[in-house]
Every structure is written in C-alpha cells, then in structure tokens.
C-alpha cells in the first residue's frame, strides 16, 4: 500500500511495496494506516486497490488525513483532519481538502457536504474500533 514507487514495486528510497505503511483496521474499503518511517503521518500518494480510500492515522492513534484515489490508483484529493488549518477565503480552515497528486497541486478547498459525511463516517468507525479493544 502507498505510492512512492509502488507501481515499479520499490519507492525510491528503496523499500520494497507494501512495508512503508502499516495497516491498523480495515472496514469495507476503507483501510486505516499509519507510516512507518518516522513519528510524522504521511498519506499514501497511491495504491494497488481500485476503490480504495485511505485514513492515515499518528503515533497517537489519531486520526490524520483521508485519501482518495483516481482510475489509474494515484492521489486525487486528500482532506487534512488535522495539523495546520489553511486559509481558504481569509479563514482558517480545518479540516480542509487538497486536490492533486500532490498536496497542494490544485489548490485548497473548504470541505463538501459528502466529504463531511466521510469524516464522519471514517470518525465514528476509528473510535468505535478503539472502544472495543
């Protein structure tokens, strides 16, 4: 899972396809992971699995960003949950979409009345996860 080479199967730092991300939960196709390098939450630019979305989750067990990916599996959209809010309209905002492959290609958006059903859905599914450990 992730991108960062994985259609060639190795990222370009080396690591083989599938070990530069965690996976913690998965309900329906959803998959909730975490980065394995580092204390810092990076989201997976693409993946192997048509349909997949994507929920980075911080050493913290907190919920960090969901990603969403396009027909040929790259990072089209991504909404921050949290870190640094972004000014849209003069505003902080937070959380907040970023459209592209990368962060901040296309610009940032304020979140839409779907993808806040997503946030929701995504939230509720983590803690109740959590709760029943």
């Known amino acids: 899972m992730g991108g960062r080479g994985s259609s060639s199967g190795v990222s370009n730092k080396g690591r083989k ?3 530069e991300f965690t996976s913690l939960y998965q309900s329906g196709n959803i998959k909730f992971v975490r980065y394995n390098d580092s204390k810092s939450a990076k989201t997976p630019q693409e993946t192997m699995t ?4 994507y929920v980075t989750v911080d050493s913290k067990d907190e919920l960090k960003a969901i ?3 396009d027909k040929h599996n790259r990072r089209y959209k991504q909404v921050d949950l949290s ?3 972004h000014i849209i309209g003069g505003e902080p905002v937070l959380p907040h979409t970023h459209k592209g492959y990368e962060h901040n290609e296309k610009g940032n958006y ?9 946030i929701d859905r995504v ?7 959590l709760n029943s450990k």
């Open 110 to 118: 304020t979140v839409s009345p779907k993808e806040q059903k997503m």
């Open 50 to 53: 048509s349909g997949r979305v």
């Open 123 to 129: 939230t509720k599914t983590w803690y109740n996860h």
């Open 17 to 19: 396809y599938g070990t």
């Open 83 to 85: 870190g640094n809010p």
């Open 67 to 69: 990603t969403y990916y």
